[in-house]
């Protein structure tokens, strides 16, 4: 089974700061992405990349910003935190385009 | 772009009976169609996806209807356990191959025992 790991699992802030959730793959999959899960929106695309070193807006980008500094990380930045970020966050990869994808098991932010 | 619209977003059912979801997409380029088990406090899964050059597909008690002309698809579980009690959450890829998904917004299904 493919692992994703995200880190911090739990995390509070502060409105203002700066936020960064990290996610790690192991599975030299090509496509990562990050997605918001709020009860009823289902999942989000934030934010996906098809490699090392390219990031895309997805859905719903305002707010954040990514990095994939190398094929296994991919992190969410948040840089100004607001309460409506105030969120569960997955991270998720595949190997390409319409495969199956392996999420993490997610970072509950809070931000007060 | 992609909208997904998912019905219903709660269902119970009984032990034994089918539990049946629905899922509308929009755009008609569309041609990849996961499904998603999200048990409370877990990740999401995939358990079962459909691709735009079939119409049906079953894994064991899974079975994936799609239709294409309506932009329709659906999930059907049939003999339903308690087991099966979870999030459900169906996705329609971008028509342009980028890998993005739009999900929706999901179905809590309750299997009584």
């Known amino acids: 089974e493919a692992a994703v790991t995200q880190s911090p699992r739990n995390k509070v802030a502060v409105t203002g700061g700066k936020v960064t959730l990290s996610c790690n793959q192991t599975?030299?999959?090509?496509?990562m992405y990050w997605y918001r899960q709020d009860t009823g929106h289902g999942l989000r695309l934030i934010h996906y990349s098809y490699g090392a070193g390219s990031t895309e807006k997805g859905d719903i980008p305002d707010g954040y910003k990514a990095s994939r500094p190398s094929q296994e990380n991919f992190s969410l930045i948040l840089e100004l935190a607001t309460p409506s970020q105030t969120s569960v966050y997955f991270c998720?990869?595949?190997?390409?385009?319409?495969?199956?994808?392996?999420f993490g098991h997610g970072t509950k932010l809070s931000v007060l | 772009g992609e909208q997904v619209e998912q019905l219903p977003s709660i269902l119970r059912v009984q032990e034994g009976s089918s539990a049946s979801i629905n899922c509308s997409y929009e755009d008609s380029a569309s041609n990849y169609f996961p499904w998603y088990k999200q048990e409370p406090g877990e990740n999401p899964k995939l358990i079962i996806d459909?691709?735009?050059?079939?119409e049906r597909k079953q894994i064991q008690e899974l079975i994936v209807l799609l239709d294409k002309k309506a932009k329709r698809f659906s999930l059907h579980i049939t003999d339903t356990q308690p087991g099966d009690s979870a999030m459900y959450f169906c996705a329609a890829s971008d028509g342009t191959n980028t890998g993005k998904l739009t999900f929706g917004d999901g179905t809590v299904l309750t299997v009584k025992p």
């Open positions: 599975n030299n999959h090509n496509n």
């Open positions: 998720a990869s595949g190997h390409r385009e319409n495969e199956r994808l392996f």
């Open positions: 459909i691709r735009s050059n079939m």
